[in-house]
């Protein structure tokens, strides 16, 4: 009995001292496996890229843009580095949006919307162990798309309005106001005008007018410019003006015309004087293809009848049925009719009837 304990003793102290062994190789194998792992290097992370373009402060004057920014290179050659392009209204990026330029170093983005500021940023992703470093630098940009400036009118003179020789001597031009949606953009104006009356002879004119919407200028001074001093029919004068605002530029909504009275040596009445008798005076412009005017006498009160005939002898239009006073008038006629010759009568029902033709050219 006391052998057969001493022979369980036996085993047992020998199977403990196994289990100790095993377990003690066990250990130091797991430490030997643990001192391994520690004396290898862990990745790193991707450098930083450094951004290239669109500047910081940039102002974009377009709604697409090309991104680009530096290449970072990783220590394993076999790697490349991809790249995440990151934008947003707010500096914060809480809500960014993103491209993924893959291994390029730039990245055309299209839909930016206008008038807006953005801030953005390249994010470096090293695709092996997906470790990423986000950029030196965070810039921000503007886009601010150019816009023509806004459309407006000519004031004055206004659109037909006939001047009389002293008040051709300085013609106060003026015009509304154009306004440019771009902010900080200068608004000026170009003005040019033709004088028309002398046959085959035409006079031009053009001026920068800086930003105001006015000036005085003398029709007078340029035609005596050109040798002329006097003239036998109605002068017409058209105008128009031009919004200019960087490489931007807008006309007017429409160019105006306007006439000067005749200035020769012919004795004409003059304001007060009385007219000698019924006489169409001056029609003009003839040939024309918007409008007509004809100038005529009334030497004592009358009722005046002006109409347009066809060649066939029908009539077309009543420009006017009226009551005019000793003087002279005028009458405008705008054709509703497809070109041809007419033939336009002014008659006082008393038996006076002048006759002129007309020309019009669609």
């Known amino acids: 009995m006391a052998v057969n304990s001493r022979i369980w003793l036996a085993v047992v102290f020998i199977s403990a001292l196994w289990i100790s062994i095993c377990f003690g190789q066990l250990n130091f194998t797991r430490h030997n496996i643990t001192w391994r792992d520690n004396d290898l290097d862990p990745p790193s992370p991707p450098d930083a890229c450094d951004l290239v373009m669109p500047e910081n402060d940039a102002v974009l004057l377009d709604t697409t843009a090309l991104f680009r920014w530096t290449r970072v290179f990783s220590p394993n050659e076999e790697i490349t580095i991809n790249y995440q392009l990151q934008w947003d209204d707010d500096d914060e990026f809480e809500d960014y949006s993103f ?3 893959g291994e390029d170093t730039s990245f055309l983005l299209t839909g930016l919307a206008d008038d807006s500021e953005y801030w953005w940023r390249v994010l470096s ?8 470093t986000l950029s030196n630098q965070t810039w921000r940009f503007l886009v601010a798309k150019p816009e023509p400036p806004g459309g407006f009118e000519l004031r004055e003179p206004s659109d037909g309005d006939t001047l009389t020789v002293d008040e051709a001597y300085e013609v ?3 015009w509304e106001r154009s306004i440019d949606p771009d902010p900080g953009d200068t608004v000026v104006y170009d003005m040019a005008l033709r004088v028309t009356g002398f046959d085959d002879r035409s006079f031009d004119q053009s001026r920068s007018v800086d930003t105001d919407t006015s000036f005085d200028y003398s029709i007078i001074t340029l035609l005596r410019r050109h040798g002329i001093e006097m003239w ?3 002068l017409t004068t058209s105008w128009r003006v031009e919004a200019v605002s960087g490489a931007d530029r807008i006309a007017c909504e429409d160019p105006f015309v306007f006439y000067i009275e005749p200035h020769s040596s012919v004795r004409r009445e003059g304001p007060g004087e009385p007219v000698r008798g019924y006489e169409i005076v001056e029609v003009f412009p003839n040939p024309f293809n918007e409008e007509v005017r004809v100038v005529f006498n009334v030497p004592v009160a009358s009722v005046i009848r002006a109409e347009v005939y066809d060649v ?12 005019f006073d000793p003087g002279h008038h005028l009458f405008t ?3 509703n009719s497809t070109s041809g010759i007419y033939f336009l009568t002014i008659s006082n029902g008393s038996g006076w009837r002048g006759v002129v033709k007309l020309m019009y050219l669609e």
């Not at 992703?125 to 990423?132: M, N, Q, V, W």
């Not at 066939?312 to 009551?323: P, Q, Y």
């Open 99 to 101: 491209e993924n330029a």
């Open 232 to 234: 036998d029919g109605y």
């Open 125 to 132: 992703i090293d695709p092996e162990s997906e470790l990423s």
């Open 172 to 174: 106060h031009f003026s």
């Open 312 to 323: 066939h002898g029908r009539r077309i239009s009543l420009i006017g049925k009226k009551r």
């Open 333 to 335: 006629w705008r054709p």
